[in-house]
């Protein structure tokens, strides 16, 4: 076999460089079109379907906490909203909310524990209520028809909201002429004639009529200095 002459070498080298550069294109143009693909993918992915509820954009809810002095229906309703959002399961609220008990609420469910072991969340909420809630002296719809004015609007209104709660399930419109009944006349009048169609305005209405009244009662004459004699 003859001896390849430097022309053979050089013509062997000239192809070997041309398949070289070859390759080196096909790789350049894979990885081109894989980054594209991923990019794709990544937009795709990005403008998926977006959770309508902003709420769920805060995924750490600080847990409510009750040490008895307050209305229980407050720690109960943030427990609910906690539940709701947390998908709580229901074996699980009573350890949560017991463990977020303060002072004498904790010593009352330490006892009540004790005594009966762990309540439903449904008998823990009648149970709470029952120690810790206003004072009735009779059921809690009466209660609420009872409710009436003696001082200021704005006590008049905390008691009316507290025990609105309890008295089960009634229209807005029950819950207005309730309300509006137990400001007792001359206020109750001033409020009706502007008919309002919710209790915010009703209360509202009652405060600004309060601070009319107020404004409109002359200031209380000097008493004359007594003579010396």
């Known amino acids: 076999m003859a001896e390849p002459t430097l022309a053979d070498v050089l013509n062997a080298l000239k192809s070997l460089s041309s398949e070289v550069n070859s390759l080196k294109s096909d790789m350049a143009a894979l990885k081109d079109k894989s980054s594209s693909s991923s990019d794709n993918h990544d937009d795709r992915r990005q403008e998926g379907p977006r959770n309508p509820d902003p709420f769920f954009k805060h995924k ?47 010593l009352w469910y330490n006892q009540l524990e004790e005594d009966d072991g762990a309540p439903s969340w449904g008998r823990f909420k009648d149970l709470l209520n029952e120690r810790f809630g206003p004072p009735l002296r009779a059921a809690p719809m009466f209660e609420l028809s009872e409710c009436r004015r003696t001082g200021t609007v704005e006590e008049y209104a905390n008691r009316f909201q507290a025990l609105l709660p309890r008295a089960g ?61």
């Open 60 to 106: 750490k809810w600080d847990f409510p906490r009750f040490d008895g002095t307050v209305d229980p229906m407050l720690f109960i309703n943030k427990c609910e909203s906690y539940f709701r959002h947390h998908r709580t399961m229901g074996e699980e609220r009573v350890r949560m909310a017991s463990y977020h008990l303060d002072d004498v609420a904790q």
């Open 169 to 229: 399930r009634l229209d807005e419109s029950q819950r207005v002429q309730l309300f509006i009944g137990g400001l007792l006349p001359p206020l109750s009048h001033a409020v009706r004639i502007h008919n309002p169609d919710t209790v915010a305005a009703a209360m509202s209405l009652a405060r600004q009529v309060e601070l009319m009244e107020i404004d409109k009662t002359p200031p209380t004459p000097a008493r004359p200095d007594a003579k010396t004699p």
